[in-house]
């Protein structure tokens, strides 16, 4: 990849929601929730350009008004409750890609997270140009109970495992090592590693650690009331 690559920025909102309906066009704070990503998307400067990906009319509507590129309507079959996220990210280079622009890389910005910040989606592009990894994902630190040295699966008889596989967990919380799960903002991932190795991830991911205080993730409707105070605060 280039020092000065092209990635595209693509946000995914669906018509259809079940957690809190119609979300993606839903007000939160007075804005569409989605118009919170297209905020930081286009105040980013490491995005070439920033387009759509939706099923529903009125979603593209707004999207136009806040500012996206919205050059196609997604498919039904692309916009079920069970449809994976790898195709829709397909679908869009390849219709990009048909109309002859190639990116290096594809930004994946889910408008369920209003905190995002541009600087971390720079910050994203940036680590994966400099480290040479396949994607970089952001990412916060799991809370040292549900490290996975202190985690137990149940058998069908019963019986705890350590999920590490480990006979006995680490017995000092000093001593356990750091774990991250997806936090879900910003996903950066390479274009021939989506295309060609039909993955988001690819065999080398790297984290983009954020402070869990200045993320949400929106999908019931506890999390949107969570944001709103956020957001009221704000904490964006």
Request: net charge negative; aromatic share 6%.
């Amino acid at each position: 990849m280039s020092d000065n690559p092209k990635v595209l920025g693509l946000i995914p909102a669906r018509g259809a929601s079940k957690g809190v309906p119609r979300k993606n066009i839903k007000l939160l704070c007075g804005k569409p929730l989605l118009e919170y990503t297209v905020e930081s998307a286009l105040a980013s400067r490491s995005l070439s350009r920033v387009i759509l990906s939706t099923d529903d009319e009125e979603v593209a509507k707004v999207g136009l008004r806040c500012g996206l590129e919205v050059p196609f309507l997604r498919p039904a079959e692309l916009a079920a409750d069970d449809t994976p996220m790898l195709p829709v990210v397909q679908h869009a280079v390849r219709w990009m890609e048909q109309l002859g622009e190639r990116f290096d890389a594809i930004c994946l910005l889910q408008p369920t997270n209003p905190l995002r910040r541009a600087k971390d989606i720079d910050g994203c592009i940036e680590l994966l140009m400099k480290s040479h990894a396949d994607a970089v994902v952001t990412v916060l630190p799991v809370p040292a109970e549900y490290n996975p040295h202190w985690v137990y699966f149940e058998d069908n008889g019963g019986g705890l495992r350590l999920s590490t596989g480990d006979v006995s967990p680490i017995a000092r919380r000093q001593d356990l090592p750091l774990a991250f799960h997806r936090e879900g903002s910003v996903y950066v991932t390479r274009r021939d590693v989506v295309m060609e190795g039909n993955s988001l991830y690819g065999e080398r991911l790297i984290g983009y650690r954020l402070d869990s205080a200045a993320s949400v993730n929106i999908d019931t409707t506890e999390d949107w009331q969570r944001a709103a105070v956020m957001l009221s605060g704000n904490q964006r």
